[in-house]
């Protein structure tokens, strides 16, 4: 099971806490470490569900919003140095 990017905020925001209420050096190392892993954790879980949320919109046919539309293309040809090749 993968962690959500809310549990793993979640996590770090605890062992940032528990750094910050530490009154031994090695508690609050041992804190940090685990608040950084955490904060690791939550870039990796934030990419999944991003991906997640592309991949059902791309089947259920819902526009992507950073794909241009075939009016924005205008006449570009998909290799330029191709370009009207039919025009001459």
């Known amino acids: 099971m993968q962690p959500s990017l809310i549990l793993c905020r979640a996590r770090e925001e ?4 528990i750094s910050r209420a530490a009154t031994l050096d ?3 190392v041992v804190a ?3 608040a950084a892993a955490w ?3 939550g870039v ?3 990419m999944r569900e991003d991906r997640k949320l592309r991949t059902r919109q791309f089947a259920e046919g819902q526009p992507q919003g950073d ?4 009016a924005e293309w205008g006449d570009l040809a998909e290799h ?3 370009a009207h090749a039919d025009a001459g």
């Open 67 to 70: 794909e241009p539309t075939s």
């Open 44 to 46: 990796a879980a934030g």
């Open 26 to 28: 090695n508690i609050r």
């Open 14 to 17: 605890h062992h940032l806490a």
């Open 80 to 82: 330029p140095d191709r």
């Open 39 to 41: 904060a690791k954790e």
């Open 32 to 34: 940090n470490a685990a």
